[in-house]
């Protein structure tokens, strides 16, 4: 059978690039330091969304979306690889991220709060962690966990005290459950804190505190000596007996500051402990949105690949044709972009069932849980895409790709979520081996 004409056009391309020798081929331009791709300090545009979420959002959110989107893409691509690399934290990014009026999230205006929607906090958390999901970190620690623990579980005078400050991001905050010895089990934490006249005496040791080496504002999770339920406690930075020390050495998620906090009888005044944390089932309050939140991060950090990958498959020639051109990057390429269509909508409709108070704990640890998952697949997809170049942070996809490791770990690991919803749905708890099992704390 005779081949189609444009076949035969190709074919004859291909013959004569085959035939060329490497003394046809132009000179090198040795000036340009990254032939063939552009960094990703200029971030290209959005290419991800090819089912157009953009219809399902409302006007407000688009906007916001867009809004967040222009300020990643125009005042953080450009600086934010030689931070990760150096694992040091752009605080000149603060002032400019509390211009935004979008930190404070789902709390009310009258705390200087944006008042935004779940959804509106969804899209901002997936906008930033597009294109650096450190700094998306660092707003959810300050935003979701420190500042709603205060919003939902603290008194109307620390609402009006801490608030307005923070939503400003002129203090910042961080939150800290985890300990050394409790990650997964955090609820069978042993930091204590003793009532003593006129406050309380907090002693123990934190692990793994984003945002803590220079927060101002530390909420501290205890045990309270007398009932053993858990409480929550506002700690000041200058607080005698505090200490945070920066962990060293992540290969993820450089750019943010985890410490080590050790509390040696560090006192807090009574007007300090948050009344709305009684035992450790107050933290689900906070947690349940969080955990929502979360699960946006690895959907924005899919896009920032794929956008990315989009772009230098394009670029970059191998074999006398762009990378594009083949089956295999292709194949990839469409695999990490039908993840990203699935992923947006199961965090969309978690979105919507909170927002009608329908959402309950195993569907937010599901769509956690399984939008990682997905996103892991995605980045390591995008990754192998790029070869060399997918090593670097430079290209981004190398930094997301280490980034997302940490993602698929903390507010409950794989496992954890995936537990929490196995109990959800069978009714039996399988967090304990059985025969310690006592019944799941968690
Ligand atoms: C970058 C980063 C930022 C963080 N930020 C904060 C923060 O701001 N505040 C804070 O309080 N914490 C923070 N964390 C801590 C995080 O929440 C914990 O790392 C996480 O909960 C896991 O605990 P772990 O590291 O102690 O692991 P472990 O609990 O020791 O788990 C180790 C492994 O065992 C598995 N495992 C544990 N229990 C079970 C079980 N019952 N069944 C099956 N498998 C199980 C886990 O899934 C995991 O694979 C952060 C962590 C990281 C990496």
């Not at 399902?56 to 688009?62: F, I, K, V």
């Not at 990760?84 to 999230?105: N, Q, R, S, T």
């Not at 919003?151 to 939150?175: D, H």
């Not at 858990?230 to 985890?258: H, S, Y």
Request: hydrophobic share 40%; glycine share 8%; net charge positive.
């Amino acid at each position: 059978m005779e081949a189609h004409p444009s076949l035969k056009a190709a074919q004859e391309e291909m013959k004569k690039e085959a035939k060329s020798s490497y003394f046809d081929l132009p000179a090198l331009d040795v000036s340009v330091a990254f032939p063939q791709a552009t960094p990703a300090a200029n971030f290209p545009p959005c290419t991800s969304d090819y089912y157009q979420f953009d219809d399902l959002l409302t006007p407000q959110e688009r906007s916001i979306r867009m809004k967040v989107r222009i300020f990643m893409e125009k005042e953080v691509a450009p600086i934010i690889t030689k931070y990760w690399e150096k694992a040091e934290f752009p605080f000149e990014i603060i002032p400019k991220v509390g211009a935004l009026h979008v930190v404070g999230g789902s709390l009310k205006g009258e705390y200087g709060c944006p008042g935004l929607s779940i959804t509106e906090s969804a899209i901002v958390f997936a906008e930033v962690a597009r294109v650096d999901a450190s700094l998306s970190v660092f707003i959810l620690v300050h935003d979701y966990l420190a500042m709603h623990t205060i919003g939902i579980c603290g008194s109307e005078i620390q609402r009006q005290k801490y608030l307005p400050s923070m939503a400003k991001l002129q203090s910042v905050g961080c939150w800290g459950l985890t300990e050394p010895d409790y990650g997964s089990d955090a609820s069978a934490l042993r930091t204590t804190a003793k009532k003593v006249e006129g406050g309380w005496i907090l002693e123990g040791q934190k692990r793994w505190v984003g945002n803590s080496t220079f927060a101002d504002i530390l909420i501290i999770f205890a045990r309270n000596t007398t009932t053993k339920k858990i409480n929550a406690f506002i700690v000041k930075k200058d607080a005698p007996g505090l200490q945070a020390t920066k962990i060293e050495n992540k290969i993820g998620m450089r750019v943010v500051q985890n410490g080590d906090i050790l509390l040696n009888k560090v006192f807090v005044p009574d007007e300090d402990r948050l009344p709305g944390v009684n035992s450790f089932q107050d933290t689900k309050k906070v947690l349940a949105a969080s955990r929502l939140m979360v699960a946006w991060q690895p959907i924005g950090i899919s896009m920032g690949v794929y956008d990315v990958c989009h772009r230098y498959l394009k670029e970059r020639k191998q074999f006398g044709a762009p990378l594009a051109a083949y089956q295999l990057a292709q194949q990839k390429l469409v695999k990490m972009l039908g993840n990203i269509q699935g992923m947006f909508l199961v965090g969309w409709r978690l979105c919507k069932l909170y927002e009608t108070g329908k959402m309950t704990h195993g569907q937010a640890s599901l769509g956690k849980a399984w939008i990682t998952l997905k996103a892991r697949e995605t980045v390591a997809l995008g990754r192998e895409l790029l070869g060399g170049n997918g090593n670097l942070a430079d290209f981004h996809v190398g930094k997301a790709f280490c980034d997302m490791e940490s993602v698929y770990t903390f507010e409950g690991t794989y496992d954890i979520n995936t537990l929490v919803t196995g109990r959800e749905v069978t009714g039996i708890s399988s967090f304990k081996p059985a025969l310690l099992s006592t019944g799941s704390r968690l």
